[in-house]
Each structure stands twice: as C-alpha cells, then as structure tokens.
Nanobody, 128 residues
C-alpha cells in the first residue's frame, strides 16, 4: 500500500482557483488509479474525480466537470486537482485515495467504501 499526503488547501474566494496536491510514498504509485473525494460539513463523502494509473483517462463528477482537472506525474508520485471557478458549494475537506482494487476499470470509482488508502485530507473553504 501507499501512504498519501494532501496539501494546497486553504481559504479561496468564489470564482478563484486553487491546486491541491497529493504525494504518495512507495514505489508502486504508478500501478494505482487515483481519485479525489470531498466531504462537506454534515454531508456524505462524495466523488470528485479519478485518473487511471497511466494518466490517459479521467472521469469527473458532474458538479465539477469543466471546472476541475485531475492530473498525475508518476515520476513524482503526485496527483493534482486543479480547481477553477470555485463555488461556495465546493467548500469541503478534500482527500485523495489510491485504487488498489481495480475500481476504476470496474466502474466502481465513485464508491468511497471501495478504497483502502486515504490521505488525511485538506480543507478548502470557499467564501463569497
């Protein structure tokens, strides 16, 4: 398994941009599809975006499509989430997760319960 550490969170104004990073330890990062989830106060954790192990395929939640971009660099053991045009409803704790079970290719990527490896998350409050 890998250990994951997110960074880049912080207060952002509506309409602005921010990029989150997730750095993985271990030598097998390139074998995992990766995903970002978020959890707003009082709400369930929700899927945001996922990227295949090689980076050639990405999938987004409808709520962020066209505004957020997921990318990775396997040489740097890093996956990013570029967030543009922030909305107040984007306020949440954002976590990255490693897909060790083939969720991406089984179309189960949106199920948070299927992921075994999680970072602690980083807070992104969005102000008006």
């Amino acid at each position: 398994q890998v250990q994951l550490a997110e960074s880049g969170g912080g207060l952002v104004q509506a309409g602005d941009s921010r990029r989150l990073s997730c750095v993985a330890s271990g030598r097998t990062f390139s074998s995992y599809a990766m995903a970002w989830f978020r959890q707003a106060p009082g709400k369930e954790r929700e899927f945001v975006a996922t990227i295949s192990s090689g980076g050639e395929s990405t999938i987004y939640a409808e709520s962020v499509k066209g505004r957020f971009t997921i990318a990775r660099d396997n040489a740097k053991n890093t996956v990013w989430l570029q967030m543009n045009s922030h909305k107040p409803e984007d306020t949440a704790n954002y976590s990255c997760a490693a897909d060790a079970s083939g969720l991406f290719y089984a179309d189960l990527y949106a199920d948070a319960g299927g992921y075994d490896c999680w970072g602690r998350g980083t807070q992104v409050p969005v102000s008006l």
